[in-house]
């Protein structure tokens, strides 16, 4: 039976090592809703699908440097006149939205101010984020573990002693029913833009900074440690 506390012969220390990391961010992030309006549902969807065709090639003429691109909602949808009886359709409008993921961040500036210059195109994010896998979440675990040995190799040798063994060591929230979210790897400073910002000539690249991304691990450990002379 294992005692909770320890016994006298077998002292117990509980520890919590933490880790925190600044990194810069892997992937970045862009919303592209792309509209349409006609006076008949065809048309409607007619300029939508040329709009997105367009918008389409546009991403994918930057190759590597667009790691995932994929389309999300799609709608035509009427609009009815406000005055008169019955309800009468004044036209339609279409909408289609679009995200892009991307890898070099020079081509993300670029990108994103071509996309603002198309017509009825509007352009949110970048979202800068780190992918799931990222090695800057494994050094963080790391960190974080070798940061509460040495806390309890202190606390040991605090009271003249020493670590015996690891009894347990879990992930914070590893026993939490409710999911949590730590760090603010998955915020970001989001911008929009939409053709309204463009010029005739062409606007310039935009000149977008990564957001830095922070990475926080937090372990909870227990060791046994060498009876202490007290």
Known sequence: MTVPYGTPDA?????RGEAHLEVDPEIARIGITIASRGKDRRTALDD????????????KTYGDAVERLETGSFSVTPELKEHGRGERIHAYHGHVHITAELTDFTALGELTTKLADLELTHVDGPWWALRRDSPA??????????????R????????????????????IGAEDPEPRFVGKAARSRAMAYDETQAT???AAPLDL????????AQ??????MAPPQL
Request: net charge positive; proline share 3%; charged share 25%.
């Open 152 to 171: 309890a190799k202190e606390y040991a040798e605090a009271l003249g002693t020493h670590l015996a063994a690891l009894t347990e060591l879990a992930d």
């Open 11 to 15: 002292p117990r220390i509980a520890v």
């Open 219 to 224: 372990v909870n450990a227990r060791f046994t």
């Open 200 to 202: 005739d000539q062409g």
């Open 48 to 59: 939508l699908t040329h709009r997105n065709t367009t918008a389409l090639n546009l991403v």
């Open 209 to 216: 900074q990564p957001q830095r991304q922070h990475v926080h």
């Open 137 to 150: 979440h494994r050094e963080a675990r790391r960190q974080a573990v070798r940061e509460a040995v040495q």
